[in-house]
């Protein structure tokens, strides 16, 4: 298969364009190397990318229709990976419309796209956030998720109804990942694990919102990528949403001794007020996904928090 990947240089977007490279595919990543963060380590992903014949690059802004006629002109496009997205609960509350520009119409622009090129299927990475703040645990494809709190996980939510109606109206086959806090190397300097890993370093306090309770469905890009690929392995889901986490949440707190175990060093801890848009909570129920194409999340926090200790004391510095 020929696979585009929106956000292809991002952290999800490269370990999938890897494991979808290795398995003899031809992969297209598409990224317009958002300012959020250093464009130098999207550009050491996709470096590693580069390696293989069957990788493309294209730069270009998901909300340009241009971009999209480009690509599906001159390539056949079996499937579309779509994560490309402006990300960030707290950033969003900070630049509303912006994340609405881009998350919204960007994705609005891709539908567009994939109708007249006749692009047959899409996997659009939804968020745990779209649940808001519900007291239910865990939580299911079918809970009502009416109440977003922030202006990210809106437009999350506003991202899986357009894709219903791009699947009513033209038939687009369209599964919806509700990803849930994915990490791992490479995971984006903004998230918690890589940013106290660098506080830590500067032997700097990491800050820790609330009381340290509040508890996160932590989930290996490994086991994230593996469900994205037994996806594109279905034949077909017509139009379909699926947690993706890891389910075993744990507290802020036994996050942070993970992560001291993993870096052997005591982290000194910041306690300061919850911040608006953070949810108390996630923890996925993956019964559904396990059930109908076999998900089975392999990597344990403790496992999982050491792989990215061991790839953090070894990476090249950007």
Not at 29 to 48: E, M, S, V, W
Not at 79 to 90: M, S
Not at 199 to 207: D, F, G, H, Q, Y
Request: include cysteine; proline fraction near 5%.
């Amino acid at each position: 298969m020929t696979i585009l990947i929106t956000g292809g240089a991002g952290f999800i977007g490269s370990h999938l364009g890897e494991a979808l490279l290795r398995d003899g595919h031809s992969v297209l990543a598409l990224d317009n190397f958002d300012p959020f963060y250093n464009a130098a380590i999207k550009r050491a992903n996709l470096a590693l990318l580069a390696q293989w014949p069957a990788f493309q690059f294209v730069e270009g802004d998901i909300r340009d229709k241009a971009v999209f006629e480009q690509i599906f002109s001159k390539n056949k496009v079996d499937a579309v990976v779509h994560l490309a997205a402006k990300a960030g609960v707290r950033p969003s509350i900070l630049q509303p419309a912006e994340y609405n520009d881009v998350n919204i119409n960007g994705t609005l622009q891709l539908l567009e796209a994939m109708v007249q090129a006749k692009v047959p299927r899409l996997l659009f990475a939804s968020s745990s956030s779209v649940y808001g703040n519900q007291e239910k645990t865990p939580f299911s494809e079918t809970d009502d998720v009416s109440q977003p709190i922030s202006p990210y996980a809106a437009t999350k939510r506003a991202g899986e109804l357009l894709a219903y109606t791009y699947h009513h109206l033209y038939g687009l086959d369209i599964a919806c990942l509700r990803l849930f806090t994915v990490y791992g190397p490479r995971q984006r300097p903004d998230l918690a694990i890589h940013k106290f890993a660098h506080l830590a370093l500067e032997n700097k306090p990491i800050p820790l919102f609330g009381d340290g309770q509040t508890r996160r469905d932590y989930t290996y890009v490994t086991d994230t990528v593996a469900g994205i690929r037994q996806v594109l392995d279905l034949p077909g889901v017509g139009y379909d949403i699926f947690n993706l986490g890891g389910g075993t949440p744990v507290t802020l707190l036994e996050m942070v001794e993970a992560l001291e175990r993993a870096l052997g060093r005591t982290l000194e801890k910041q306690f300061l007020e919850k911040q608006p848009g953070d949810v108390d909570q996630t923890f996925a129920d993956v019964s559904k996904a396990q059930a109908r194409f076999g998900y089975a999340p392999q990597v344990s926090l403790q496992e999982g928090v050491q792989r990215f200790a061991e790839w953090f004391y070894t990476r090249p510095t950007t």
